[in-house]
């Protein structure tokens, strides 16, 4: 699958402190009846969800529902993170929606080969989980702004900055020609 390119902000002391806010623990479901329930609700300025990846802001909400298999995961997630611009390589904010939803928990014992599991414990990190629906999100081609002006195809040069000075005329060979019978 191909994904755009995500800037990197790797924090220089990074731990796992960081990655637990996305940690929930719901161990107390699994002994629940079924129908049980809890909504979550995020609200976070912001949230590494890998070492690639930060989610500035993070909100929106989710339920998580005692069935007879697990802990079912429903709901949506608002965001945005830092993209390559497709024009000009420079930084563009992207709006992503993580939608979770058919997310089936199981507790370890009974959990199926390849499927999703709580720890022991009853917790779960969701990082992994929203980092990718995340990505999912992103389209390709994403742009810094409508009037993104790229880079100059003669010398690379971001023209967003400035006027690199490079002869526009010089880009279509069949300007030139025209020129030259002009002259
Ligand atoms: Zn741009
Ligand atoms: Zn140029």
Redesign the pocket.
């Known amino acids: 699958m191909h994904l755009p390119l995500i800037l990197l902000f790797m924090e220089p002391t990074m731990t796992s402190e960081h990655l637990s806010r996305l940690r929930f623990n719901f161990g107390f479901l699994i002994e629940a009846p079924l129908g049980a329930h809890r909504v979550i609700e995020l609200d976070y300025p912001s949230v590494d969800v890998g070492d690639d990846v930060i989610l500035s802001p993070l909100a929106g909400k989710f339920t998580a529902t005692r069935t007879s298999e697990g802990v079912y995961l429903q709901g949506e997630l608002h965001s945005a993170t830092a993209v390559e611009?497709?024009?000009?390589?420079?930084e563009?904010e992207q709006k992503v929606t993580a939608v979770l939803k058919d997310l089936l928990f199981y507790p370890p014992e009974t959990a199926p080969k390849e499927e999703l599991t709580l720890d022991k414990e009853g917790y779960v990190d969701l990082a992994p989980l929203i980092r990718e629906l995340s990505l999912l999100s992103i389209p390709i081609n994403t742009?810094?702004?409508p009037d993104?002006?790229?880079l100059c195809v003669t010398c690379g040069h971001?023209l967003?900055e400035s006027d690199c000075g490079c002869d526009e005329k010089l880009i279509d060979p069949r300007m030139e020609v025209l020129q030259q019978l002009l002259k």
């Open positions: 611009c497709a024009r000009c390589l420079g563009a742009i810094c702004r993104c002006a790229g971001n967003n």
